[in-house]
């Protein structure tokens, strides 16, 4: 009999479990415990004393790394099968959502303050949504391991992509409803319809009253994008095909028709687009990733930094070359944030991935909360570069802590209330490739 502690790096709960490895691994018993265990880990390349908190693996949580106990200490080893957190991915979602606030800031700015709809600004910002794109095919495709054993791996993927993007994304969907109803005034576009709202709930892409492929909560329209990505992605599970082998050829013809796409068409239609294609980016990178083939510390230093730099300083191209111009630098971004894992992920800060945890919950959120800000801008009389420095500044301070409260007190609850009992037999005895917070937390 042997007793074995899986941890994960946060939460400050263990779950421990007595395996009988004589038995093919049987689990005779489980339990709960609080407890905190430190120990300096080689998988971080000895560097600093690594805080490891338990929690069980195979979850779609776990860590991937098993504590053993051993006479003269313990030690931290890779658990069979299992893989690492990619914490500065989930490190990467923060900025990748600090960057559309920043843009919305802008925008707001721009359209309320300076009364300059359309004019000249720095629009670099929504850049972080091609990021989110890459992220999201890294994660679904990093992710697969965790569906091992499962018999309805589709049905089982699609549930959990519902209790990660709907609960939060249809409470703020019906909040804006009753808002827009009750006082139109406080958004651009307040028209609603029972088509759009309905296609909003349904995330089939809608024009709104300015002719716009907007829903009602506007930052929704990614989400249509993200939704339909899944339901292709599950349809590779059902054929029982490689993702990335169903995914190539489906994703690469859907933008082939999407750079000729007339306007006149349905607007369901526009969900062919060439922005899908940033998705199978991440499919590609996680391909690699799992052969252990991605660049080194050296290149993925310069894919990190000089993707970022494209990303701020390229000008927006607009369809059906976005892809292109922000898409390969977010894809580069991506790609270095995952080479750096071994040297980087160990020294983030908890603040930072917490801020990944809740930037799904930011995303949402910002949406109802820059309004307000840029309104009380306005009654003080506040316009030119200080109220834009002011709305930037004002608009990360408010908007971050906001988004993790809303997602502790809100998004977490109904995440929870939606999430499907799992039976005890489906918990394996080690990791099968689980990942941590990076999939769970995925924005998507």
Known sequence: MENATFFKNDLGKGY??????????????????????????????????EEMHGFPLGEGHGSGYVLRAKSMG???????????????????????????????????????????????????????????????????????PGLAGKRNKAGVFLWRR????????WAALTLRVVQLTARPTTALNSILTPWRVAASYLFIPARNGNGEMFPVVTVGWTLNYEVFFYLLFATALVLNISPLAFLTPCLTALALVGAVRPAAWPDFTALASTLVIEFLFGVILAHVATRGKVPGKAAGGVLLFGGFAALLLMPEAHAPWGFLAWGLPAAAVVTGAVALEGEWGGRLPGWLLEAGDASYALYISHTFILPYMINAM???????????????????AISFPAAVLVHRYVELPLMNMFKKKRKAGELPVTGSGALGPVVEGSQV
Not at 39 to 48: F, H, I, K, T
């Open 162 to 169: 519902f209790t990660r993007i709907v609960p939060l994304y």
């Open 74 to 144: 313990a030690s931290i080893e890779p658990a069979a099968g299992a893989r690492k957190n990619y914490y500065c991915v989930q490190a990467l979602r923060a900025v990748a959502a600090g960057l559309v606030v920043v843009h919305h800031s802008i925008s707001m700015w721009g359209n309320w303050l300076m009364h300059r709809p359309g004019g000249p600004r720095w629009t670099n910002g929504a850049a972080g949504v091609d990021v989110f794109f890459v992220i999201s095919g890294f994660v679904m495709a990093i992710s697969l």
């Open 378 to 396: 306005g009654r003080m009389h506040m316009t030119g570069g200080m109220a834009l420095a002011t709305a930037i500044v004002a608009g990360l």
């Open 16 to 49: 421990s479990r007595e395996i009988d490895r004589g038995n093919g691994g049987k689990v005779t018993g489980e339990k709960f415990e609080k407890r905190k265990v430190c120990a300096r880990s080689a998988l971080w390349g000895g560097r600093g004393i």
